[in-house]
């Protein structure tokens, strides 16, 4: 049996992490409405403590957990540590005396309480004093009725908003300017503004590629697994390769190919160049880890489906899906920058190709979308047990790619 599960990040103000909410089905094959909540719950709270480690899932931030009332009377919350999760009342459950004394229960004991989906009756105000979240549906609500839910609360500064399923920009400042707290959607998937923006690379990466290229005999697969954990450096990068300052010869198709293309020679002088210019500067951290979560996950992906010659293709593919919200910039100006291969800027700029069915199946994976996930899957002709493998694959090694940038 297969433990499927996805999580979809949750971030603050300053667009920190501050949890993931875990996204549970029973297989590729069932989607949830086929599916009991007490049984997805169950199963969720048990894959990841004994499949997967809940800690692997959500890099040790907390878990975000729907709970039906049956799984909250059986006490399944105090199966996890007050620390690892954040108990989501889902939205069914009926407010009353059980639930009231249920939430009591476990705010006692120290577990921070979220209501999901909120739609607002009085009889809440009764749980308030013991909630420390709440999640509203962007989708849904309409802005009066968000506004009225904030006068409510006005009495309980404790309580947190938390706008889920915010799938823009403008949804994103509209909840900034409202006051919420935490977000929850794909807004962060999109440029906030089309102006041309650079991150700088890591100094641990840099001053690792420059040892690694101190010496003679350079090592290219090392050099290669450098470039390939830090999407900043792979972006100037490609970019250096495509600039006037080095003749272009070829298409670029993976970080190796374009270390190749480079040289020894050209690969010091633009590492040199790089630290010299190194400067601080802020980096989307959940952007960068999905980047590589992505990455990862596509060329797993093709390497289980086997059709393509160099899967490398399909890492820089999926690292690349996300430029346009790590640079603020529109993709097609951005795929101008770089000396991509028609068949990568094709997947990432018109949806087309085989590297495009790969990185369709990783975002449908990343929403839960399951059903959409497994015609893709079908189409390919994927076993349904190699994708969620992938999947965590790909969690768990950028996590600890992350833990090397950060040192």
């Known amino acids: 049996m297969y433990f499927y599960a996805a999580r979809q990040p949750i971030l603050d103000r300053n667009k920190q992490l501050v949890g993931y909410e875990l996204l549970f089905r029973d297989g590729v094959d069932n989607v949830f409405p086929d599916i009991d909540g007490d049984e997805a719950t169950t199963r969720l709270i048990e894959g990841s403590q004994f499949n997967f480690g809940l800690e692997d899932l959500t890099d040790n931030k907390p878990a975000y957990i729907n709970f039906t009332l049956e799984t909250l009377q059986k006490g399944y919350p105090t199966l996890l540590g007050k620390e690892q999760v954040v108990v989501e009342i889902l939205e069914t459950i009926q407010p009353g005396k059980r639930l009231l004394a249920i939430v009591k229960d476990l705010k006692q004991k120290g577990y921070t309480l979220a209501l999901d989906d909120y739609i607002h009756q009085p009889v809440w105000r009764h749980f308030y004093p013991f909630i420390d979240i709440i999640k509203i549906d962007f989708l849904s609500c309409e802005v009066d009725t968000i506004n009225t839910i904030i006068e409510e609360l006005k009495p309980y500064p404790h309580i947190k908003l938390l706008a889920e399923k915010v799938e823009s920009y403008e949804k994103y400042q509209l909840a900034l300017d409202l006051g919420f707290a935490y977000f929850q959607g794909f807004f962060f998937s999109k440029p906030e503004m089309v102006q041309s923006k650079t991150l700088p690379p890591s100094e641990i990466a840099l001053a690792e590629l420059l040892y690694e290229t101190s010496s003679v005999e350079v090592n290219l697969k090392k050099i290669t697994d450098v470039f390939e954990r830090d999407v900043n450096l792979s972006y100037k990068l490609l970019r250096y390769s495509n600039s006037a300052a080095f003749k272009r010869r070829a298409e670029i198709n993976t970080i190796k190919q374009a270390l190749i293309v480079l040289g020894a020679a050209e690969i010091k002088k633009f590492l040199s160049l790089l630290f010299a210019a190194q400067v ?12 590589l979560t992505r990455a990862r996950f596509t060329e797993l992906l093709a390497i289980n489906h086997n059709k393509l010659k160099d899967t490398g293709m399909a890492f820089l593919t999926g690292m690349m899906s996300l430029m346009d919200a790590i640079l603020d910039e529109d ?16 997947a990432l700029l018109e949806d087309q190709g085989l590297l495009a069915q790969y990185l369709r199946l990783v975002k449908l994976y990343e929403q ?22 992938a999947y965590h694959d790909a969690v768990s090694w950028a996590n600890e790619q992350m833990k090397v940038l950060a040192g």
């Open 368 to 389: 839960a979308n399951w059903q959409g996930a497994n015609a893709i899957k079908d189409e390919l002709g994927l076993s349904a047990g190699k994708v969620p493998d």
């Open 280 to 291: 601080a500067g802020d980096k989307p951290a959940e952007l960068i880890r999905l980047s």
């Open 331 to 346: 993709m097609e100006s951005v795929m101008k920058k770089l000396p991509l291969s028609n068949d990568i800027k094709l």
